[in-house]
Every structure is written in structure tokens, then in C-alpha cells.
Nanobody, 116 residues
Framework: QVQPVESGGGLVQTGGSLTLSCTTS????????MSWYRQAPGKEREFVAS????????NYAESVRGRFTISRGPAKDAIKLQMNSLRPEDTAVYLC?????????WGKGTQVTVSP
């Protein structure tokens, strides 16, 4: 069973920065895509950013492009999300997703709160 685990959430003021980390345990193999999603209270879960291990390609939601940076490492199945210029609307539970051709696995999430 593949299990992503997030860390690094917290409370920050508007304009501040946070770095989220996700590590993955279990039987991981082959190429995969790791992504960050977020879910605010009363809202649908939304895509934030992704990184493909095989190609190195990254993808971002328009709402975070230029402010957030996703990176892979130090382990093969670990990713970070550097979040700068945070806004109150970035407040949400941030979830890590590990996905390959066989399955999709989710972490439990880490809370990010941005105060006005």
C-alpha cells in the first residue's frame, strides 16, 4: 500500500511563505506523478500543482502560478511545495497525491491558514 504523508502546514500572515513536504512509503515502483491538491471548507477539492517523475514536467493551477513552486526530492517519491506571497484565499487543507498507471493514493492533508 502506497501512503503519502504531508507536513509543513501552519499559520502565516498574508504575503508570507510556507514550504509543504510530502513523503511516500510503501511499495512504489516505476514512473509516477505526484501532485498537490487543496480543499477549503465548503468547496470542491482543486488541483494546485503536479510533477512527473519521468519527464520532470510540472504543471500549475492558474491561481498559484508564479507564487508556488513544486519540486521533487530528496527521495524519488518525495515532493515539496514552496508557497510564496500567500493570500487568505490560499487557506485550505493541502493534500498530496501519488499516482501511476496502477493506482492513485492520497495523504490525509496538512492545514494551511493565511491570516489577513
Amino acid at each position: 500500500q502506497v501512503q503519502p504523508v504531508e507536513s509543513g502546514g501552519g499559520l502565516v500572515q498574508t504575503g508570507g511563505s510556507l514550504t509543504l513536504s510530502c513523503t511516500t512509503s510503501g511499495y512504489t515502483f516505476g514512473s509516477n506523478t505526484m501532485s498537490w491538491y487543496r480543499q477549503a471548507p465548503g468547496k470542491e477539492r482543486e488541483f494546485v500543482a503536479s510533477h512527473n517523475y519521468h519527464t520532470g514536467a510540472t504543471n500549475y493551477a492558474e491561481s498559484v502560478r508564479g507564487r508556488f513552486t513544486i519540486s521533487r526530492g530528496p527521495a524519488k517519491d518525495a515532493i515539496k511545495l514552496q508557497m510564496n506571497s500567500l493570500r487568505p484565499e490560499d487557506t485550505a487543507v493541502y493534500l498530496c497525491q501519488w499516482r501511476n498507471s496502477v493506482g492513485t493514493y492520497w495523504g490525509k492533508g496538512t492545514q494551511v491558514t493565511v491570516s489577513p
